[in-house]
């Protein structure tokens, strides 16, 4: 396996879980009733749809065919998502969801960012992707910290 076609392949997985997580800020947006989530949520999702642009013209840089869509387990995942927030009506649920997939995505780059095959303009442009990707999990993670802190006694979410 020459070093492009071992770097299109780990880019390539990137982009895929780049796109499922647009596409689920995107679905988050819509589920969401507080007008405050919906905006960061949709913000989100244009800046995710941008690094995985920016990490499909590195693959046709490398003489590659970059994914253009996210992956069907995914879209399984979201579905199930929208079962289970229909079901409990929480904006907790919304945002533990799109947290859970701030772990998954920070956790796919990071691997990438360790394998020793990818190349070291590859890895840059992996590195920089990360930095937005970083960003997201991290505002995700204090965004669900902040509502697990805004409970009432009932258990229910202070409106934000």
């Known amino acids: 396996m020459t070093a492009n076609t071992h770097d299109i392949k780990v880019l390539n997985g990137l982009i895929e879980t780049t796109i499922d997580s647009a596409d689920g800020y995107r679905e988050a947006a819509t589920e969401t009733e507080n007008p405050r989530y919906r905006a960061l949520f949709e913000q989100r999702s244009f800046e995710r749809k941008q690094v995985a642009t920016d990490l499909q013209s590195t693959v046709r840089t ?81 965004l669900k910290h902040s509502l697990e802190g805004q409970k009432d006694a009932d258990g229910s979410v202070f409106p934000n």
């Not at 995505?105 to 394998?115: G, P, R, V």
């Not at 990818?118 to 960003?135: D, K, L, N, Q």
């Open 62 to 142: 490398l003489g590659g065919d970059p994914e253009d869509d996210g992956s069907i387990l995914a879209k399984a995942h979201r579905a199930f998502l929208d079962i289970k927030h229909a079901l409990l009506r929480d904006e907790q649920a919304v945002v533990n969801s799109v947290e859970n997939g701030e772990d998954f995505i920070k956790a796919k780059f990071e691997t990438a960012l360790e394998d020793s095959d990818v190349s070291a303009t590859t890895r840059e442009t992996i590195r920089r992707a990360y930095a937005s990707v970083r960003s997201g999990h991290d505002q995700m993670r204090d």
